[in-house]
């Protein structure tokens, strides 16, 4: 017998349970059976789609228009055919998923197949209690994942049917048919067949276009929708007229082209017509719905030029000349071309014999990297020193050539070539001798005879004995080849070996650097207490410059030479050491210039003795001794003083703004606070240890630093005439001038923290100048607002400045007691007394100046030009052009 107490209750009824479980993933089921149709739609028909996009792409962008109605159908009905087989392949591929498909592919999608699990009947074990109880609970637990269900994605992909992407292609063409075709075109096909009739059956019958020259920038004009008789171009624009129809059915007459009036009737009736406009004329479509205008040519001028002053020659002979050119449009390029004045020339001496045949010298002249080239000044700058010519009268004549190959010439004019100037008597010697041989090769034998003459008694000419034997040795080979006949290499090796000798001669040693800056200042002085031309004194202060900077430069390399010899010499920390940076010295000089113009020669000769004092008590700092502050912990020192003189400033400006409001009150404390200032500026100048300082810094900060301090000082003792919103300003311009002083030499530069700090003293240095100016305009809130910016920006330099000395540290363990450095110090930061690091080999140098020369300027024309280039080339996309258009008014 059977024991039927252990059989599990009735199951429920198995079709109601189906569609219980259908009913809980139905739509889920639905979407995934959609996304199955769409599957197979894509697969099934993609063929179809892709000959309907690039038929559709074929007629908007007119191609029917452009071949005979013969290729017309013979395309067309292949066209349809193809249509018609992606059609009966699609119907022949294509088939409803099932629902039972869609129900397999949703369950394979969850874990464990819940839908299938629930459906399910239990095939053994069913008259088992336990059993039976797992199985209900394995059903529950199925059911339960039901919700989980959604719907399965469509894998629309194609790429096996498709391994040439013949979809996408045909895609792509659609899509360019509707950037740049036109709908209405589709339905001119329709004229091709039969009934057609010979007329368009709509649309526009023709369409013209006038495009400007591409250098005129002006934008191109579309004829068919220009409803005046008359229009206005620039020589040189292109119109295009295309016409569509029957052939015949229109044509083009035009007079502004210079093509004969009488045009044969087979050239009226082109489909397609272009044609230059060199003149004014009239321009006609002849026909239905045909237009006509009278076009007024606007001539191109040529371009202009001349010189706008004369040469303006530096001490090394690099020479200026500005120029003006004009133009309508712009000019593309100018030329200076000169050619020796041989009439001129003084033939004397070895200028006598006849001059060997040299071909004119041609100089690009410089077209200005940014703005308007239509009207412009610039200024030729080259230097033609080592030019056979150099000094001597040559004929320039400048041109300019726009875009439209138009040039202007300037008038020839007789000016004198400049070259350097050579104040040693025996490199001027050499120089003109130079000129003699480069002049003519016949004059090798005298030039020698002259060498060996001005030679003869070395001791008594020569400073030191390798000068003269360098001398011997040019003379001797200028002899030796004299014997044979000179040829133009030997000539070229002679000249440039005089050259170099010249210069050395010129330029010497530390003693003739020495001997040259005495002289200027010493003719410099004369000139003023002889009351000299404003000329005269130009050319004397820019001799004093320079010999200046030759003064500072031998200087540095002697340094460098007495480091590299004994490296292990001690530094004395006692001695008057003295650090300058070069804008101290532009500065000096820049005030005894500005003293000079102004009359005051009395002020220029004290400014100029103080600075030659200066000059004379300078010393070359090669390291730190010890006992000293490394430069991280002086900046530190500095930035400290400089944040405190700007918070006694805003505290100034804060009174001040309260005294606006409150005239009664009085503005206690502010003498004494600008005392304290002065106080402050003068202790920091008296500090003999702090580097980039010394006596002679404070002397000259004291009494010649700048006009802006000198005379803020100078009110202050006359009795305050200055107001006192001016005398805040002058504090904040001064104390903006040192801060930059000190961002100069900022240590830890290169390291993340150091760059940060260089950024924060920048943007404190602009909070500076902004208050300079809100207080110069009395505007007291505003100068508040930027000096609290400023100092927040100090203090944000002053903490990445320790970050980065604290790195530093860490980076040059057991270091502290070599030679040389003080807690931390890079061993190779010597400096110059320009202040500038000579690096960890001794060699003086910097990456501050790697951007800058000739080179770059021209690279920057150069891409310019090519802006401007592409900026006028209409078929460039119009992302592209908008990005140009904005490099343009950018630079």
Sequence with gaps: MVDDTRRPAAEPDAPRAASDILRRVKRPLALTRLGMGAERVVRAYWPLWSVLFVTLAALMMGLHEMVSVGVVWLVGAAALAAALWALWRGMRLFSWPTREGALARLDATMPGHPIRGALDRQAVGDRDGASAALWSAYQARMRERLS???????????????????????????????????????????????????ELATGPTWEGWIEPPAYTRRPALYLNDISAAEVEVPEGARVTLRMYGEAGALSVTETVSGRPFEQSAEEAQNTAQAFEIARSGRVAVEGPGGRAWDVLMQADAAPTVARAGLFETTWDGEASLAFSAEDDYGVASGTATMTLALEEVDRRYGLETAPEERPAIEVALPMPIAGDRSDFEEALVDNFSQHPWANLPVEISLSVTDDAGQTGTSEAEVLTLPGRRFFDPMAATVIEQRRALLWSRENAADVARVLRAVAHRPDDVFRQAKHYLRMRTI????????????????????????????????????????????????????????????????????ELRQATDDYMRQLAQQAQRES???????????????????????????????????????EAQQALEELQQMMENMRVTQGQGQGQQSPGEQAMDDLADTLREQQDLSDQAFRDLQEQFNPGQQRQGEQGQQGQQQGQQQGQQGQGQQQGRGQGQQNQQGQGQGQGQAQNQQGQGQGGEQSLEENLADRQGALRQELNRQRQNLPGGGSEAGDRAAEALDRAEGAMDGAERALREEDLAGAIDRQSEAMEALREGMRNLGEAMAEQQGQQPGQQGQQGMARGEDPGQQRDPLGRDTGSNGQIGTNETMLQGEDVYRRARELLDEIRRRSGEGERPDEELEYLERLLERF
Excluded: H, K
């Excluded at 719907?151 to 992909?157: C, E, N, S, W």
């Design 564 to 602: 590299e010899q004994n490296p292990d010499m001690p530094q004395n920390p006692a001695e008057n050491m003295m650090q300058m940076s070069q804008s101290d010295l532009q500065e000096m000089m820049d005030r005894i210039q500005e003293l000079m113009e102004q009359g005051r020669m009395a």
């Design 475 to 542: 003379r001797t080979n200028l002899e030796s080849y004299a014997e044979d006949g000179l040829t133009t290499e030997e000539r070229d090796e002679i000249s440039a070996a005089m050259w170099d000798f010249a210069v050395l001669l010129e330029d010497g040693d530390l003693d003739d650097a020495r001997e040259r800056l005495a002289r200027a200042q010493e003719r410099l002085n004369e000139a003023m207490r002889n009351g000299a031309s404003e000329q005269e004194i130009a050319e004397l202060m820019q």
């Design 148 to 198: 989980e269900a959604r719907g399965v994605r469509p894998d629309l992909r194609v790429a096996e049917a498709d391994p040439f992407a013949l979809r996408y292609v045909a895609l792509l063409a659609l899509c360019i048919a509707l950037l740049f075709g036109s709908v209405l075109r589709v339905q001119s096909v329709t004229g091709m067949g039969p009934g057609g009739g010979s």
